[in-house]
């Protein structure tokens, strides 16, 4: 679906000024200002809204993955002009973290111009007189879920130095508050948008939800964004009980979920992580390990392509090529069935219902080709097992640096060179 969001993705551009400069010139805004849209928004300007809403999403996605791929040794990012992938981010010749630079201050100012984007959307549908009820509950439950997704992505990356939550006025930010405050005020507003969407109708499109795109689906997004907040709060039952009212399915397709989507057309975007095989210069490579310790016959391989020649710089190696997106206009999933499988797993070990864990990991396993579990039937052994598929299932999708802090096993990650550092968490920007 090619996006074509001109006017109102620009107007919220003011509060990313304070965070960090907006670089991005989306053109015309016909004569449009924030309070004209809260106001009274016809239908069309409400949808708009949700466009641009949609479509800020994806930008400075590169840097929040490259960000947890490079610091999770997933990945590696080379770059002829752009040193501090392999520097900064993995603490190379004495480097460290800054709050200045680009690969936090991009990517958290793009979550909170979308998190602004959703502030005047709810306003906007609140105060029209030209959608009944349900329809602002359709709005409003959208926004609500997408602005908790963006705020948990920030708080992913800035863990305990914490996030803003509220930032509705611009000129009278709220505080900062801790990672566990943060993680609750992102369930509240989860769940308010679940409440939203009971008695909702959709009357907006959206790209990427197909199967999803009514308030029912929805619904299911939002509470799969919910379990992944659960287990992120150890809340292992609420964990299970969102997972019901998900499009969780053991017997589904993996692939099943809500997605990115790209495109050529005028006003849309190519997917900015993919990079064509056996590239020189500008190259996205798989960590040498993701080959060395996949266990044979295992599918998700083919996510490394062999190299015609290794790429090399500053003491890094690898001869595998980054392939999980294909093409440029391949999309980039939000959340998928097959986390939540795992989610299902990971809930259960905690609750000692390990019967349950154990039929979870062998459908992953042997949907990828591999025979079922043999290990041992504990609760330590299944973390590990469950972390392992993991680390394969969700390669380069953002997940493996936040698992492995979670459960306090970041020093387990593989140090490339003398020096180098696996860093927990980044620093606010300097612009706050």
Known sequence: ???????????????????????????????????????????????????????????????????????????????????????????????????S????????AARYAVVKNCNILIQAA????????SQKEGYIGFAQTIKAYQLLMNLNLTYTNGIRVNVTNPNNLGPYVSYTAGLAAITSLLDSAQTA??????????????????????????????????????????????LNTSFFSLNGSFNTGVYHEFGTGSGDQLNPVFIPQNQTGEVRLAHPSYEADIEAGDDRAGKATIRTSPASLSGLTSDWDLWVYTSSTAPIGII???????????????????????NAINIIRTGHGLPVYSGAVTASALI????????????FEGHRWIDLRRYNLLSTLPIDRPGDQVWTLFPLPVTE
Do not use: H
């Open 101 to 108: 630079n680009f690969y936090i201050t991009d990517p958290w």
């Open 384 to 395: 590990t097992e469950m972390l392992f598929q993991k680390r394969y299932s969700l390669f």
């Open 126 to 133: 609140t105060n029209s007189t030209y959608i009944n009820n």
């Open 197 to 242: 969407f009971t008695n909702a109708t959709v009357s907006f499109t959206l790209a990427g939800f197909a199967g999803f795109s009514d308030a029912p689906g929805l619904n299911q997004f939002n509470r799969a964004l919910a379990a992944r907040v659960d287990v992120y709060q150890k809340n292992w039952q609420t964990a299970l009980n969102d």
């Open 336 to 358: 998928r069935n097959e986390e939540l499988i795992l989610i299902y797993a990971e809930a259960n070990i905690q609750l000692d219902n390990l019967s349950a864990a154990v």
């Open 1 to 99: 679906m090619q996006r074509n969001f001109k006017i109102y993705t620009v107007l919220f551009c003011g509060l990313a000024v304070l965070f960090t400069a907006c670089k991005k010139d989306y053109g015309d805004l016909n004569g449009e200002t924030i309070q004209d849209l809260t106001t009274n928004a016809s239908e069309a300007q409400l949808n708009n809204l949700v466009s641009g809403t949609e479509s800020g999403m994806r930008n400075s996605l590169n840097y929040y993955l490259d960000d947890v791929g490079i610091i999770g040794r997933e990945t590696y990012r080379f770059s002829n002009s752009e040193p501090r992938y392999v520097l900064d981010l993995l603490g190379g010749n004495g480097s460290t973290l800054n709050g």
